[in-house]
Each structure stands twice: as C-alpha cells, then as structure tokens.
C-alpha cells in the first residue's frame, strides 16, 4: 500500500475485549490514513488511546491537515477518539451514514465539525484515490459501512475480518484461530447480513483487507474471503466431533472422555471442553468450527447446568445450526438434561439429533457404556 499509512495503536493492557472476551494477548485498534491532494484518516480508536493515536496521525501527516475522518463504525472502541480528533482538527469533515450521526450524538453530544452522510455506492474523491462506500449494515452494528479504495484496491472492513491479538504478536496457530474465535463471538448472529456484503463485493478486485482489527491482509486474499464465507453461511469448517461439558464431580466428564477415546479409535478427530473452566469463547468457537457436537450435561436444580445453560444460549443467539447432534445426561435420581437440551435445540435450523441419549445414572455403567459405544458408531 502506497498512500495509505497505518496509524492504529495496540492495546497490551486489556484483559477482556467487549467485558466477555479473554485476550491474553492485547487486541489492536486500527486506524489508517490515505496520503493524497485530500487527506482521509480511516476510524479513530479507543478513547483510552486518543493521545497515542493523535501522535501517530500527525507524524503521518508530516505537517500537514486532515481533510475527511471516515467513520465506519460506532462502537466506542473505534469511536472514542473523534471528539478530540475534532478538538485538534476542527477543519476536517466527518463521513459517515446517517445512523452513525446519531449515533454519534447518542454517545458524545453535538459535534461541530461539517458533516457528509454517504449512502451505498457514493464516492468521495481525494485525488488519485477515491473511496467507495459499500454498506454493511448489521456487521455488526447498523451504521456499519465498508471503504473501497478505487486506485490502490483496498478494501476497509470495519470489524470484518478482524482478529482478537496486538499487532506485534505472532500468533503461532497463525490468523484464523483467533479471528474466527472474534467472528463466532462478536459477528457471529449476522451471517446473513455478512453473506449480504460479501455478495456486493463479488467481482470487485482486492488486493488488501485492512479491518479495525488485527493484520492488513494482503496475502492469499481467497483464503480469509473464503473462510468468511463458509463461517457465514454456518457451515461447518472442520470435520470433527466438539464435545461440551457440565460436569460436576467428573462422572459426566468420563462419558465425555470415554467418548473422545472411542471416536478416536474411529480415527475421528474429538475435542472436549469443560465448559465449567474452559473458555466459553473458545466453546462457542469450536462449537460452529466442527460439523458433530455431543453435549454431555449434569441435571442441576431439574434442569441442565448453569454453565451448559449459558453455553446454548450462546448458541441460540447466535444462530447456531447445520449440525449432527448428540447429547449424554446424569442424574441421579431424575434425569433430566437430555429432555431440557433437546427443547433448546428445538428452536434451531437443521439440527439431526442422533440416537440414543446416552443416560447416566451417576457414573458411566454397563448400559450407558453400551449407548456410549452405540452414540459413537452414529457419529461416524
Ligand atoms: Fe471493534 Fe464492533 O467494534
């Protein structure tokens, strides 16, 4: 990228993204500037970071002002900075759609500087670039546009494409874990609305990706474009069988390991997650992520646990669908997580639920062990 200077900051303090999501390595806050006649700073940042921010454009700037702020997104991790950004360039005009105006006026009151409200398809010229707004309503807030750069064939993608992690830190399970862990958590409910824009963007030349957060992708481009659109259109990514527990003095979680032991045999890939420890996020990841599931929960209180309640919730808002199901239930003296899961489930698209429930009454026994092996041989 020629013009177009990154100008985002990194956040190395933050424990958890939106209060639910653990990011053990930081996150980052994109934010670039396109260097033309006219000058355009893409976002602004979190407003714990607006002095750093500010710094980083006016070293860009190398002297000089900025004409646009294009504002693609609301959420004040994008949109904490712009009143000072205002503050400092008082000249400049903000771009944005018409709901992200109010929205602006929602969260930081009435903002002087000039206004433009751009809708599907307008441009705006800055010299050689000009910039092409592609609505994307719903991915995952409504104001949501993205920004296509004519000239250098760049593609600005609000929170598409963005991925949990500092800029500076080398992922070693490289891009996609941690950015589908960010899609399933935060984009996840709006396939639809995702397959929308990524149809709009069908026959349109990208040579980068540069969201609000996370790495500019400006490699393989068909490989991130491709796994947006098989996490989209909720299909399975990996074959494999995802196994979520609630256990609460390990009897269920034998069943569940029993069964991870059996598939194996099966030479079928099995991943458990105690959902009691484990991180729910990554639950919710691994659960879109496999096309098998097998929920193994303990009856508490005459229904299933808090934590597998929470869990399919989760993936009720989110969703969740296109799946070969499989459930095991304990109870000791009235069994009742099998019946509960299966009504949750009852609200979801194309779910095959898989014979038998595998139901323990206390500890895996002869019976159960046999239904285990019975479940095992139907996931295959
Ligand atoms: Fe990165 Fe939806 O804010």
């Known amino acids: 990228m020629k013009d177009i200077i990154y100008v985002g900051v990194n956040d190395y303090d933050i424990e958890l993204f939106e209060g639910q999501y653990p990011v053990d390595?930081?996150?980052?806050?994109?934010?670039?500037?396109?260097?033309?006649?006219?000058?355009?700073?893409?976002?602004s940042v979190d407003k714990g970071f607006s002095d750093k921010w500010l710094q980083n454009v006016e070293k860009a700037l190398a002297g000089k002002k900025p004409d646009y702020l294009v504002i693609s997104h609301m959420e004040p991790d994008h949109s904490g900075s712009i009143v000072e950004f205002t503050k400092k360039y008082p000249n400049a005009t903000l771009?944005?759609?018409?709901?992200?105006?109010?929205?602006?006026?929602?969260?930081?009151?009435d903002v002087k500087n000039n206004k433009v409200v751009v809708k599907e398809g307008e441009t705006l010229s800055l010299g050689k670039h000009t910039l092409k707004f592609i609505m994307a309503p719903m991915v995952h807030w409504p104001e949501v546009m993205f920004t296509y750069d004519e000239?250098?064939?760049?593609?600005?993608?609000?929170?598409?494409?963005?991925?949990?992690?500092?800029l500076d830190y080398d992922d070693p399970e490289g891009w996609a874990c941690e950015a589908r862990r960010y899609y399933f958590g935060?984009?996840?409910?709006?396939?639809?609305?995702?397959?929308?824009?990524?149809?709009k963007l069908q026959g349109v030349e990208v040579k980068a990706i540069c969201p609000l957060h996370g790495p500019v992708l400006d490699d393989n481009l068909s490989y991130y474009l491709g796994l947006y659109d098989t996490w989209s259109k909720y299909e399975a990514e990996s074959k494999g069988v995802f196994i979520p527990v609630a256990s609460v003095y390990g009897n269920t979680m034998d069943a569940a390991e029993k069964l991870k032991e059996m598939l194996e045999k099966k030479g079928i890939?099995?991943?458990?997650?105690?959902?009691?420890?484990?991180?729910?996020?990554?639950?919710?990841?691994d659960a879109f992520r496999y096309d098998r599931i097998v929920f193994a929960s303990?009856?508490?209180?005459?229904?299933?646990?808090?934590?597998?309640?929470?869990?399919?919730?989760?993936?009720?808002?989110?969703?969740y669908q296109n799946k070969k199901v499989g459930i095991i239930e304990n109870g000791t003296w009235a069994p009742m997580a099998g019946?509960?899961?299966?009504?949750?489930?009852?609200?979801?698209?194309?779910?095959?639920?898989?014979?038998?429930?595998?139901?323990?009454?206390?500890?895996?026994?002869e019976v159960s062990l046999k239904q285990l092996e019975d479940l095992a041989n139907n996931l295959e």
């Open 269 to 285: 890939k099995a991943v458990v997650c105690d959902l009691n420890r484990d991180s729910m996020t990554e639950a919710f990841e």
């Open 95 to 109: 771009v944005s759609t018409d709901k992200a105006f109010k929205f602006l006026v929602q969260f930081y009151g």
């Open 298 to 319: 303990v009856t508490y209180n005459g229904t299933i646990f808090p934590s597998m309640n929470t869990f399919i919730e989760g993936l009720v808002e989110r969703g």
């Open 339 to 365: 019946k509960v899961i299966l009504e949750k489930l009852s609200k979801l698209k194309n779910i095959e639920i898989l014979e038998p429930t595998v139901k323990l009454t206390s500890r895996l026994d």
């Open 151 to 166: 000239y250098e064939k760049v593609l600005f993608s609000a929170d598409g494409f963005g991925k949990f992690g500092t």
């Open 186 to 199: 935060i984009v996840g409910k709006y396939g639809n609305q995702v397959q929308a824009v990524l149809k």
């Open 25 to 43: 390595h930081g996150m980052s806050y994109n934010s670039y500037l396109i260097n033309d006649e006219k000058i355009a700073v893409m976002d």
